[in-house]
């Protein structure tokens, strides 16, 4: 995840998939054409390949029994841009709009501008009347050796019992993590897949803030700098030192 606040850690061959950053809101209106358009306008630098989309499923939980976002309107129509190069995109709908990172990811700070801008656009697009939430989503993708203990990576790998034989076995655990100032975050850990070359785990890192944010510009930033951090702390909690080896951990300067 290179440089985390809070822990000062860098790697050079980081997990990361795609990194999310997210703004839902009770939707004002029907999504428009004329709102694709205004939205695309206010967008430029996303003007690569254009998708629209429907059915767009939010399936993150936030703790036993709480909803982190509750599944949104089934069928509803939204438009997906992407930059000339297909490592960034924004998500536009009645109610949300998405800037989502993928390889490569450089550093967080690097995409403050491009998520700003998203926010400010939507909001005087849209006008909405209230914030339903804002989340940011970390998504690893980690490739363990067949004849490694997966137990040697992740902290929070469950302990099970001496009887059963050692093998990669279908797991999830889901653990929140921390709590920070109008938010938590929750760590997902799951085997995705075992194949003969690797097993593949996520590290499914979600953060979402709670009802007192509210619409300004400047608190959205504030939180997505605060739900960063909570991300860095909780990523480092779940892997150990030999994670840290495959990662490529390198010194960081102070």
């Not at 599944?71 to 949300?96: C, F, H, I, K, Y």
Request: with cysteine; hydrophobic share 40%.
């Amino acid at each position: 995840m290179g440089v985390t606040e809070g822990t000062k850690r860098h790697y050079d061959a980081p997990p990361l998939e795609e990194a999310i950053f997210e703004l839902f809101v009770p939707p004002a209106g029907p999504w428009s054409r004329e709102h694709a358009e205004k939205l695309a306008k206010l967008l430029p630098a996303y003007s690569g390949k254009r998708e629209n989309l429907e059915d767009f499923d939010v399936f993150f939980r936030l703790g036993p029994g709480k909803s982190v976002a509750q599944s949104v309107t089934p069928g509803a129509r939204r438009l997906r841009l992407w930059n000339p190069d297909q490592t960034r995109a924004v998500q536009l709908g009645a109610e949300m709009c998405t800037h989502n990172v993928r390889k490569p990811y450089g550093h967080f700070e690097d995409h403050l501008d491009a998520i700003e801008e998203l926010f400010t656009a939507y909001l005087d697009v849209m006008k909405p009347q209230q914030l339903g939430w804002v989340g940011q989503r970390y998504l690893n993708i980690v490739k363990l050796p067949v004849d490694s203990s997966p137990s040697a990576f992740f902290q929070m790998y469950p302990h099970l019992p001496p009887e059963l034989p050692q093998a990669y076995r279908p797991f999830a655990v889901q653990v929140e993590t921390a709590s920070f100032e109008q938010g938590n975050t929750v760590v997902n850990l799951a085997l995705l897949e075992f194949t003969p070359q690797a097993a593949v785990y996520t590290i499914d890192i979600y953060a979402r803030s709670d009802d007192t944010v509210g619409l300004e510009v400047d608190g959205l930033m504030a939180w997505q700098k605060r739900a960063h951090a909570s991300i860095g702390k909780s990523f480092e909690l779940t892997i150990t030192d030999e994670a840290r080896r495959l990662f490529d951990e390198v010194p960081c300067r102070p």
